[in-house]
Each structure stands twice: as structure tokens, then as C-alpha cells.
């Protein structure tokens, strides 16, 4: 009991770390991409198909590629960024890679959402397409954001398991390298558990906060309707 607490516990630190460090650049690269991806439309606020469409077809691309075969396709690039192809920094630059556009769209997804009347109702009143962004677009797509922001943590924590399949190390690289390859079944079984649970923490976390949200909104609405 004590070895598997030995492998289990740094195991659990380097997949929180990969996981928080790569959902940080996720939401800092992939929210302005969905926002630009919605703003650019044909008929958004500042249509650029040109952007527009580049953009997509990119995020298309990337997209598309198994996240295994992309770990190792830009193996190269991961080791101009981190000097290295292994553990678990290395593992971070594939995970934003494959988030960014995942995240995008769900973005994109999420403002979609917005009543197209309140985006009017802000064009009509003056307000600049920045104005729009900030004050309408994502204060009214909030609960949908979150509940994106939720699932990409959760494929970041997906992702993150199949990084040990290259040494990435965390929980997958545990249940890789001591559980399916020393045919330790514990070892792997115990940490299938741990991703279930961080994963289902997560999942509630997200819930509650969109569910907080929503309520908050549902209480504006009656006081100021």
C-alpha cells in the first residue's frame, strides 16, 4: 500500500500540473480565437470572411489529427519550446496545441448562443464592437461558457493520460509503464480510478458554477424585467 501511494501521489501532482498549466494557456489562446472566430462571421459585427475562413479551415486541420499521432508530429516544435520531448513540460505543449482549437469552437459554439436581438439592441445604442464583445457577447454566453471551459478541462485530462504513451508522465505514464507493462493490475486500476474521480470533481464543479450563474441571471431578469 505504501509503494502504490509512492507511485500514485506524484503521479496525481504531475497530471494536476499538466493539466492546470495547459487549461491556463487554453483559455488564454482559444477564448480570443472563439471570440474572433463569432466576430469575423458574414454577418458578425466586423465580418472578415478572409480571417474567418482561415481561421476555420486551421482549426479544422488541427483538430482532426489523433492526438497521438499529433503528440509525436510536432516533437521538433515541443523540444524548440522546452528543450525536451519528455515528462511532463514536454507534455504540455501537444495538450494546448489540441486544446486551443477544441476550446475554440466550443467558444464559438457558446456565443452563438446569444439572442441576436441584444447584439442589435447593442449596435443600435452605439456601442463598439470591443463593447460588444465585453459586455454582451460573453456576460450573456457565460453559463455556456463554462460548461465549454468544463469539457476542455475534462479532454485535457484525456489527453493528459495518453501523454504517457511518450513518457509524458502523470497517471497515464503510471498506468502505462507500471501498470499494463509490469502487469500490475492494482497500479493500473487505482489510477483509472483517480482520473474518474478528478474528472467527476471537475464535472460537478463546472455544474455548480453554471447553475450558480444561471440563477444569479434568472434573479436580474425578474428584479430588472
Known sequence: MIELLDLLIPSINETL??????TVFTVILGLPLGILLVITREDSVLPNSNIYNSLS????ITRSIPFVILMIFIIP????????????NAAIVPLVVAAIPFFAR???GSILEVNPGVIEAGVSMGAS???IVLKILIPEAMPSLIHSFTITVISIIGYSAMAGAIGGGGLGDLA???GYQRFKTDIMI???????IIVELIQIFGDTIVKKIKNISTLNHKTYG
Open 17 to 22: 500540473y499538466m493539466v492546470f498549466i495547459s
Open 57 to 60: 479551415i486551421l482549426i479544422n
Open 77 to 88: 516544435f515541443t523540444r524548440l519550446v522546452v528543450g525536451s520531448s519528455i515528462g511532463t
Open 190 to 196: 487505482m489510477a483509472v480510478v483517480v482520473i474518474i
Open 176 to 178: 502505462l509503464r507500471y
Open 106 to 108: 466550443l467558444v464559438e
Open 129 to 131: 464592437p470591443l463593447e
